[in-house]
Nanobody, 124 residues
Framework: QVQLVESGGGLVQAGGSLRLSCVVYGRTFSYYAMGWFRQAPGKEREFVAAVSWTGTTTNYADSVKGRFTISRDNAKNTVYLQMNSLEPEDTAVYYC?????????????????WGQGTQVTVSS
């Protein structure tokens, strides 16, 4: 059974930074793309970032380009999301997810297993 465990969320002031981590258990981590989505209260879950199996190809939502960086360490079965210059609009529950293929997609259907989520709150 695949299990994803996220950590690193919290409360931060606007302009601050956080780094999210997600460890994957029960799957050959290095074979598949990884992604991050987020969901704010009253809104649909939205794509944030994704990285290919080698870590060489990344995709970002327009709203986070230039501020967020996704990366992975295949030796540690871990994917990261470095979030800088945070804005109140970034407040959401952030979810880590495993891709269905080695290359990254941006739709929820491109991913299968999901973590429980970690709360990120940005105060103004």
């Amino acid at each position: 059974q695949v299990q994803l465990v996220e950590s690193g969320g919290g409360l931060v002031q606007a302009g601050g930074s956080l780094r999210l981590s997600c460890v994957v258990y029960g799957r050959t981590f290095s074979y598949y793309a990884m992604g991050w989505f987020r969901q704010a209260p009253g809104k649909e879950r939205e794509f944030v970032a994704a990285v290919s199996w080698t870590g060489t190809t990344t995709n970002y939502a327009d709203s986070v380009k230039g501020r967020f960086t996704i990366s992975r360490d295949n030796a540690k079965n871990t994917v990261y999301l470095q979030m800088n210059s945070l804005e109140p609009e970034d407040t959401a529950v952030y979810y880590c997810t495993t891709g269905r293929r080695p290359t990254s997609g941006i739709r929820p259907s491109d991913f299968d297993s999901w973590g429980q989520g970690t709360q990120v709150t940005v105060s103004s």
